[in-house]
């Protein structure tokens, strides 16, 4: 089984404009971009055969390259992540039997996550898209409702079935949950981590489909395969006591930076 990480990072965020090249500082007081540290963490996944950038600005490019990182030009026309790792796996020549994306933007995910995200997609036959959830304690829900309740867009949540397969995504805090809880306590919502994993063919149709009104409304690049009737396959991981969170937002650069230092991430 061969596996690409690909790296999508696009310099005009709509939220934050030039969100990949942003530095952040850890514990070794050392400041790197956003892009380095999520092409580091790529890189301490075992098991993987090629790790990639793909990115349509040249100060991106530039910067990655920088750092060793190997680079694949894609159009400024990709609406989103995965539509920009379909033509850079296209661009590689294809012939990968897993592509994972690795969004820029979570520079905290455990090697784990993408490590359980291929075991578990590939021992499922029938699964073609697979994406890690992580249970929430107390911290972390209540830090999404404050991000609602000021008016900022913060992680997504994913509910699913039985069979783990997702019924849905949005960045809105779901299921609804009436009550209080303390910040160790753990809690029925799960905070979607943004990574897939796909198998080549639904990945190279993913591009023909247009983007229905969920898509739309929420943002959320996955719910076009819901959208087309193709099953998301949720992979629970477990955090291992590490603290995670995406930069969506600003205000998350200083929490971000305090998660490392805490976790004595340089």
């Not at 992680?155 to 910040?183: C, M, Q, W």
Request: proline letters at 7%.
């Amino acid at each position: 089984m061969s596996v690409a990480i690909i790296i999508p990072a696009r310099f005009a965020s709509t939220r934050y404009p030039g969100k990949p090249l942003v530095p952040l500082t850890g514990s070794s007081g050392k400041p790197q971009t956003l892009i380095e540290r999520s092409w580091r963490a790529a890189m301490s996944v075992s098991g993987i055969d090629r790790v990639v950038v793909a990115t349509d600005d040249t100060r991106i490019k530039e910067a990655s390259e920088a750092f060793g990182a190997e680079v694949v030009m894609t159009s400024p026309d990709c609406a989103n992540g995965t539509e920009r790792c379909a033509e850079a796996h296209a661009t590689m020549g294809g012939g990968y039997d897993i592509v994972v994306n690795l969004q820029g933007d979570a520079p905290l995910t455990p090697a784990w996550f993408i490590e359980d995200l291929v075991d578990g997609l590939n021992a499922d036959e029938n699964a073609m898209v697979a994406t890690p959830v992580l249970k929430t304690d107390g911290a972390a829900l209540n830090g999404f409702l404050n991000d609602r309740r000021e008016g900022r867009v913060g992680g997504t949540t994913a509910v699913f079935d039985r069979n783990r397969h997702a019924l849905y995504f949005s960045k809105e805090v779901i299921p609804f949950t009436p009550k209080t809880y303390s910040n160790t306590a753990e809690t029925p919502v799960f905070h979607h981590v943004g990574v897939y994993a796909y198998r080549p063919k639904p990945l190279a149709n993913y591009p023909t489909w247009s983007p229905g009104p969920l898509e739309d409304l929420e943002g959320l690049e996955q719910l076009r395969f819901l959208e087309n009737g193709h099953s998301v396959l949720c992979i629970e991981v477990d955090a291992r006591d590490r603290q995670f969170w995406e930069l969506n937002n600003p205000e998350d650069v200083p929490k971000l930076e305090a998660m490392m230092r805490d976790m004595g991430v340089e």
